[in-house]
């Protein structure tokens, strides 16, 4: 009886571990399926950004809304709020994405290498990527300088706009050594805001009319820093001196 009892046991557990291996099949494919949920979640949310920023840039932040960030994305409100409770999360989401390629822009833009450059060719590659990168992203303009954009977003621009400056500082100290922290301090903030104002100017404008406009900022920029930082800068080297224009 023990060993029937025992056999009858082994095939009981046989029986038991059918199922577990079953169930075992079963979780190998469901472990895959959340995998392919979440893909398809990605590509749904990255649509939904993409249409929200075209919504942002046509109609502005305040006047728009989750219904028309739908329409454009062509999906229901209903599959919207899968993913967003709201157009303040949707703006958030857009908004990280683009202070995220925004940091990485401006990164390269102000490349240590740069400032051996004489100061015409600096401008050119400080500025042409940073230009470049609003006028690829307008609804990074439109949330950095809306009134009613999302705290968060502000404060986060907030910091990166004080990033910016401290760099700009770093970058004229290279060339003004002997300036006292206070006037670096005042030119780089003047230079910054010069950019900005020149930048909502290029925003405003398309085409030939936007090139004449980035012209016109880079040529405000070298007039009001090339006296400051002259010829004689020790960060300049002789072919860069013989390089700059006149």
Sequence with gaps: MPEARAKKGAAGDGAARKPAAAEGAGGAAGATRPRRRQARGEARIAQLLQAAASVFCTSGYTASSTNAIAREAGVSPGTLYQFFPNKEAIAVELGDHLLHRWRDTYGAAFDQSHIELPLDRMLDAILDPLIAFNCENPAFFVLMHGSEIPGRITEEHDTLHAT???????????????????????VAEMAFMVFKAGLDLVMAHEG?????????????????LDPLIGDDSPRLT?????????
Aim: without cysteine.
């Design 164 to 186: 910016m400056l401290n760099r700009v500082e770093e970058i004229l100290a290279d060339y003004l050594p002997d300036v006292p922290a206070a006037q670096l301090h005042r």
């Design 208 to 224: 030939e009319e936007r090139d004449a406009y980035i012209r016109e900022l880079k040529a405000a920029m070298y007039r009001y």
């Design 238 to 246: 002789p072919d860069a001196r013989r390089g700059r224009t006149p």
